[in-house]
Each structure stands twice: as C-alpha cells, then as structure tokens.
C-alpha cells in the first residue's frame, strides 16, 4: 500500500512567499513505497551535512523547489519530481531547482521532470553517473529541448569530468544516443535533446565508445577494457614490456608491476575495487581507461 506524506508549511495571510526550510545535519529518508508531497511554497536546503535517502517520491508539485548545496546530493533509489505550471514556453527556467534548466517553445504548461539516482547503464555495460532526468508533456509536442544538466562530483562514478557527454533514450534502459555537449567547470553539461518525452543521463563518452580492445596507435592492444579480473597486454610492434603503472580516477598509483620484457603479459585486477583506472605501458604518456566491475 502506497503510503502518502504531505509537508504543508504555514503562510501568513496577505503573503505567498516561499518559506525555507533548512536540513544542516543528520539524515532523511523516504522509505519505498513512500510519497512525500509539498503542498505550500516551499525551498528546502540541503547543506553539506545532510543525508537525504530517497527510495520514494520526493513530489514538489509546481511549488516546491531543492536547494542540495555541493557534497549533499540526494541519493536513494526513488525520484523527485517537478512540474512547470505557467502556460508559457520555457527560457532557462528549472522546475523544482532539481538541476536540470530547460529552454523550449512548448507553451501548455504542464511539463514534469522527475529525477532518479541509480546510475543508467550504457549498451556496451558502463554505468552513467547518479543522476538521470525524464522530462514529459501533458500532450505531444515536436518542441525541441536546450538542456543544461548540472551534476555533483559525488555522483560521478568512474565517468572522468573531462569526458562527460550527454545521452538521450526513449526509456530508463536505453537504448541510448549521445547528444553534443559543452562542458563547463562548474559540472553543467548544456546540449539540445529530442521533445519529449525522453530519458537524460550522462556517460564517460571514451568509456562507452571503447572497443573491447583497445589500441594505441600501433604500439599496443589492451584487453579486455571492461574487466572482471585480468587485462592483457601485447605488443603490437614487436617491442617488449617493460613495466606498467595503473593509477585509480584521482591520479593515484595503485599497483606497478616489472615485466620480463615479453610481448605479451597480464595484469591482474582481480583484488581491486570496481571502478575506473588507467594503465600505462613503459611510462609512456598515453593512458588506457579500464573500467573494473
């Protein structure tokens, strides 16, 4: 049974100000199941100690709105979600503050955008970053969408921020098609998406474009790039290998190992936690991305 929770906030007669509502510290959660309904304005903060566990509905209607301030992203298995009230088109307007700004001619009012956090999985199996939106309309519309979809760091998984592209799909599994993107420092990736209604997330494009064999020019082949236990590596040219460093996705070294100069030998990975690394072969300045499962 569907439980439901209204948050209703007191207003002063003659005001329709939003009223603020601050979670500083401690934790939150919405069970599964759960629905926790805003009905009054509304603008919760988040700050950096909070912890808010959503495996429900977080429904904000069209007056409520979040404030997650960096290092306080909701987290959890469930949704929140916004709907855009005003019969107008929308110029950088964001429902909800739930991180994702739309521009779009679409003028009946009436778009929702629900946001989830279990990251989206990519065709060849690589995992997106915590953090996915579906935008809908009341009724059909061919109105194209300007996006910018701002994330936080702690949602990035073993996606590098230098390689986030956007990616768009017709349901939450896919199948999904990348969307050009420009990226900004402040962790906001801006692009144009299909109407809706569609599925946004973003992947590291290099992770979901690689081949299950990766090569370097003419000098190696590494394989597999999606690991579960050991990566081979082989000489393409005939020299040997020497020595192979793999570093983790903050640039810190965590396995070297001396080779016997052979052509051909295995890394094994098997001890190492799931997430993305980055093998070098004889020093060399290229790197091979490896995602470990």
């Known amino acids: 049974m569907l439980r439901r929770y209204s948050l209703f906030v007191l207003l002063v007669p003659g005001f329709c100000q939003a009223q603020d509502m601050v979670l500083s510290s401690g934790s939150l959660r919405v069970s599964n199941g759960t629905s926790l309904r805003i009905e009054s304005p509304l603008a919760w903060q988040l700050d950096a100690g909070a912890v808010v566990i959503n495996d429900g509905l977080i429904d904000l209607g069209g007056v409520g709105s979040m404030n997650e301030l960096p290092g306080a992203p909701i987290t959890g298995d469930g949704m929140e979600r916004a709907v855009w009230l005003p019969t107008a088109p929308l110029a950088n307007a964001e429902p909800g503050n739930l991180g994702l700004t739309l521009t779009t001619s679409f003028p009946d009012g009436g778009l929702v955008v629900e946001r989830g956090h ?146 051909r030998t295995a890394l094994n990975m098997r001890h190492l936690p799931a997430g993305l690394y980055l093998l070098r072969i004889n020093g060399e300045e290229g790197a091979f991305k490896l995602l470990k499962r």
């Open 118 to 263: 279990l990251p989206r999985v990519a065709d060849n199996g690589t995992p997106g970053i915590g953090r996915w939106f579906r935008i809908s309309t009341p009724v059909p519309t061919a109105s194209t969408l300007a996006i910018n979809l701002e994330y936080d760091p702690l949602e990035l998984g073993p996606a590098q921020p230098s390689a986030l592209s956007l990616f768009a799909g017709s349901s939450p599994t896919g199948p999904w098609s990348a969307v050009p993107t420009a990226i900004s420092p402040q962790q906001v990736l801006s692009g144009n998406a299909p109407s809706p209604e569609v599925f946004i997330t973003a992947f590291d494009s290099d992770l979901v474009t690689n081949a299950s064999v990766a090569s370097n020019g003419a000098a190696w082949s590494v394989s597999p790039t999606l690991v579960d236990d050991r990566v081979w590596i082989e000489s393409l040219n005939g020299g040997p290998v020497k020595y192979l460093i793999l570093s983790d996705a903050h640039g810190r070294i965590v396995q070297v190992e001396n080779e016997p100069n052979e052509q």
